[in-house]
C-alpha cells in the first residue's frame, strides 16, 4: 500500500457490517453501513471524524462475539480495536466518544492499529508533557476536583504525562513560573478562573521578556511571543476568557482541545503608568463602572460570589461619572469594525489579514519608509463618562452571551474602546440589559465605539467645594433624591479594573500587542453540527 493511497476494510461495528475507509492524504477516517456485497457507497448515514480528533487508538476485546454465516457467534478468539475520538455535542461542547470496530482477521486488525498509530504520531502539534496549575480556591472551589474527575483521566487516556502544582497563594503559579526550567515542557494547563489564567499569563510573558532582554516598563517596547501554549481548565465564577475563545465553560471540552494540540493565537495590552509597567490585559480594562465594582466587591469577600451582584446593583444606583480625557490612535490595519456584525470564529480571516496587515506597517516602519505613527492621527475625546471600557475580546460569559463587545476580534491586534457617556439611569439600565440579548448594544446616542490600536486616558479632578457632610453623602449615594431623580453625579476619580484586577492609578497608557500568547483553543467554531451517538 502506497504512503497516501486509502486503506479500505469491511469491517464490524455495534453488530452492523460497515465499509470502513482510512484517507492518508485527506487524513479522514470514514464508515458506513455495508450490508451487501462489496464496501458500497457511503449514504446519509456515514460517519465520518479527521485524524486530528482522533484521542487515541488502542486493541480491545469484542466481547467473545463475531458475525458470521448472517448470525452472531461465538469465537474463540476475536480481534478489534477502539478508536478514542471527538463527538461534537450541543452549544460548543465536545465529548469523548468511541467507536470499535471488529473484525476475524488478526493480521487485519493490526494493519489498521499500526494504519492508525502511524497517523497520529504525525500530528507534532500535541503536547507530550504539560505543567499543570491547579487553583483549590477559585470559584466555588472545586478546581482540585474538577481536574481529578474530568481531566485527568483524558489525560491519561492520551498518554499526556503532567507535573502538577497545586497554587497555595497568591501569584504562586506567577513565582514558580520564574523559577522553574519550563523548557521541557509543551505547555502551561491552568484549572481555575480568569485570575488563575492571568496569573500564567504574566508569569509566561515577563520570564519570555526577560530572557529576550525587553524592558517591558517602556511603552513602546516590541514584545516576544512565547513558545509555550496555555491550556484553560474553567474552573472559576465568570471563566470569561474560556468562553471567548472555545464558546463555553466545560472542563472536559476545554481538556480535549488540549489533547488535539490546538492552537489559536491571542491579542495582549500591556498597560502603563507614568513609564512603568502595571499589568498585561488580555479580556477588558473598564474603568467607572466595571472599576467600581471590582473595587467595591474586593472588600465584601466574605460574602462569595454573590458579592459581585450586590456591589453591581449598588455601583448602578450610585451612578457615578468621571470626567476625562481619552486619547486613542486608530486601528486602520484592521479589516472589520466594532459594529459589522462579524463575530470573530474559528479560522478567523479578519484576525489572519489584519495581522498580515500590521506587519506589512511594520516592515515599512523597520526600513524607514514610513512611521505609521507619525502619519495617523490620534483623537481625543473628553467629557464625563459612567464608563470607559476596553476590550480585546468579546468578554462573552454564561450571563452574556454576546458579550461587552461581540464583534471584537482576538487575534487582530486592536482592541474595541467603548464609551458611556453622562446619561440617566433609566438609559443606563437600558444600554446593560442589551448585554444580555442579541439587540445592538451600541445603538445609543450616549455610547461610542472605536477600533484602537493604543489608547490614553487622564482623569480631571473634581474640585473640592464647602458642601457639609450630608451633600457629600448625596453625592456618594447618587443623589438618589426627589430633586435630582435622574442626575449623574461627577467622582474624583475612578480605578481600573484590569481582568479583574484593580489598577489604582487612573492615568494610564496602552498599547495593544498582536497575537502574544498562544491558547490550546481554536476560536468559537461557526454553527457547529451536533453529531449523533452513534
Not at 37 to 47: E, N
Not at 62 to 79: A, C, V
Not at 342 to 370: D, I, M, T
Request: net charge positive.
Amino acid at each position: 500500500m502506497g504512503a497516501a493511497e486509502p486503506l479500505r476494510s469491511v469491517l464490524w461495528v455495534k453488530r452492523r457490517r460497515c465499509a470502513v475507509s482510512l484517507d492518508p492524504a485527506r487524513a479522514l477516517l470514514r464508515w458506513w453501513p455495508s450490508p451487501g456485497p462489496g464496501a458500497g457507497v457511503p449514504g446519509a448515514d456515514a460517519c465520518s471524524v479527521p485524524v486530528s480528533e482522533i484521542i487515541t487508538v488502542e486493541e480491545t476485546d469484542s466481547h467473545g462475539t463475531d458475525y458470521s454465516s448472517g448470525k452472531w457467534q461465538k469465537i474463540e478468539k476475536p480481534y478489534a480495536f477502539t478508536v478514542h475520538r471527538v463527538r461534537r455535542a450541543r452549544r460548543h461542547r465536545w465529548k469523548c466518544a468511541q467507536v470499535t470496530f471488529c473484525c476475524a482477521d488478526e493480521q487485519l486488525c493490526h494493519l489498521w492499529l499500526q494504519t492508525l498509530r502511524e497517523q497520529l504520531e504525525k500530528l507534532t502539534s500535541r503536547p507530550k508533557h504539560l505543567l499543570v496549575f491547579i487553583n483549590p480556591f477559585g470559584g466555588k472551589g472545586q478546581g482540585k476536583r474538577i481536574y481529578e474527575r474530568k481531566v485527568a483521566p483524558l489525560f491519561t487516556l492520551a498518554s499526556v504525562t503532567t507535573d502538577i502544582i497545586v497554587t497555595e497563594h497568591a501569584n504562586h503559579a506567577k513565582e514558580s513560573l520564574y523559577e522553574m526550567n519550563i523548557d521541557k515542557y509543551d505547555g502551561v494547563v491552568c484549572v481555575g478562573g480568569d485570575g488563575m489564567f492571568s496569573e500564567v499569563l504574566h508569569g509566561l510573558i515577563d520570564r519570555t521578556q526577560r530572557s529576550a532582554g525587553v524592558d517591558q516598563n517602556q511603552p513602546r517596547a516590541t514584545l516576544v511571543p512565547s513558545p509555550l501554549r496555555i491550556g484553560i481548565i474553567p474552573a472559576g465564577s465568570t471563566d470569561c476568557v474560556c468562553y471567548s475563545t472555545v464558546g463555553i465553560n466545560d472542563a472536559e471540552t476545554s481538556a480535549l482541545h488540549i489533547i488535539v494540540g490546538d492552537s489559536l493565537s491571542m491579542d495582549v495590552s500591556s498597560v502603563h503608568h507614568n513609564g512603568a509597567l502595571l499589568r498585561y490585559s488580555v479580556s477588558l480594562l473598564g474603568y467607572g463602572f466595571y472599576g467600581d465594582i471590582v473595587k467595591d466587591s474586593e472588600k465584601k469577600r466574605w460574602m462569595g460570589l454573590i458579592r459581585y451582584d450586590f456591589s453591581g446593583l449598588k455601583t448602578f444606583l450610585s451612578h457615578h461619572c468621571y470626567e476625562g480625557t481619552v486619547s486613542f490612535l486608530p486601528a486602520q490595519h484592521t479589516v472589520g469594525s466594532p459594529r459589522d456584525g462579524k463575530p470573530c470564529r474559528a479560522g478567523c480571516f479578519v484576525c489572519r489579514q489584519s495581522k498580515q496587515q500590521l506587519e506589512e506597517e511594520q516592515k515599512k516602519s523597520l526600513y524607514g519608509l514610513e512611521s505609521t505613527e507619525e502619519v495617523e492621527e490620534w483623537k481625543v475625546v473628553c467629557g464625563k463618562f459612567l464608563a470607559i471600557n476596553a476590550t480585546n475580546m468579546s468578554c462573552a460569559c454564561p450571563r452574556s452571551p454576546s458579550g461587552l463587545s461581540p464583534a471584537a476580534h482576538l487575534g487582530d491586534g486592536s482592541s474595541d474602546l467603548i464609551l458611556i457617556r453622562k446619561c440617566s439611569r433609566f438609559s443606563f439600565l437600558r444600554f446593560l440589559i442589551r448585554h444580555t440579548n442579541q439587540h445592538d448594544q451600541f445603538d445609543f446616542a450616549f455610547v461610542e465605539v472605536y477600533r484602537i490600536k493604543k489608547f490614553q486616558f487622564v482623569s480631571k479632578p473634581v474640585e473640592d467645594d464647602d458642601s457639609d457632610g450630608s451633600e457629600r453623602g448625596k453625592k456618594r449615594f447618587g443623589q438618589i433624591c426627589s430633586h435630582h431623580p435622574s442626575c449623574c453625579c461627577p467622582a474624583s476619580s475612578s480605578s481600573w479594573n484590569c481582568d479583574g484586577e484593580i489598577l489604582n492609578s487612573s492615568a494610564i497608557d496602552v498599547r495593544v500587542h498582536c497575537q502574544l500568547v498562544r491558547l490550546f483553543a481554536r476560536g468559537i467554531e461557526q454553527d457547529p453540527k451536533q453529531e449523533p451517538r452513534g
